[in-house]
């Protein structure tokens, strides 16, 4: 198994920054990409980024992109989400996941394992 520890969250101003930060250990070596998503307040969870290891690649869902940051951390397995000009709407839990590289990106389906998630609170 695989276990992720998500860290980094908390409550934040409207145009503040906050890194989130996703440290992976157990049997890393299944690890094919590791993804953030997050839910925010009555909607469903959704996709944000992930890093892809085989290629060092990295997507992001079109709402962020511009201003949100994905990249590995340092040497660990871990990668980190470095998220600026937060908004309100940004305001739910994000949850680290993992799994292989095979299916959509997006899809909650196609990852393994799950963090317990880490509570980003925007306000105005």
């Known amino acids: 198994q695989v276990q992720l520890a998500e860290s980094g969250g908390g409550s934040v101003q409207a145009g503040d920054s906050l890194r989130l930060s996703c440290v992976a250990s157990g049997r890393i070596f299944s690890i094919g990409r590791m993804a953030w998503f997050r839910q925010t307040p009555g909607k469903e969870r959704e996709f944000v980024a992930v890093?892809?290891?085989?290629?060092?690649?990295?997507y992001y869902a079109d709402f962020v992109k511009g201003w949100f940051t994905l990249s590995r951390d340092g040497g660990k397995v871990a990668v980190a989400l470095q998220m600026s000009s937060l908004l309100p709407e940004d305001t739910g839990v994000y949850y680290c996941a993992d799994g292989p590289n095979k299916g959509q990106n997006s899809r909650e389906v196609y990852y393994a394992y799950w963090g317990r998630g880490t509570q980003v609170t925007v306000s105005s």
């Open positions: 890093y892809v290891w085989s290629n060092m690649t990295t």
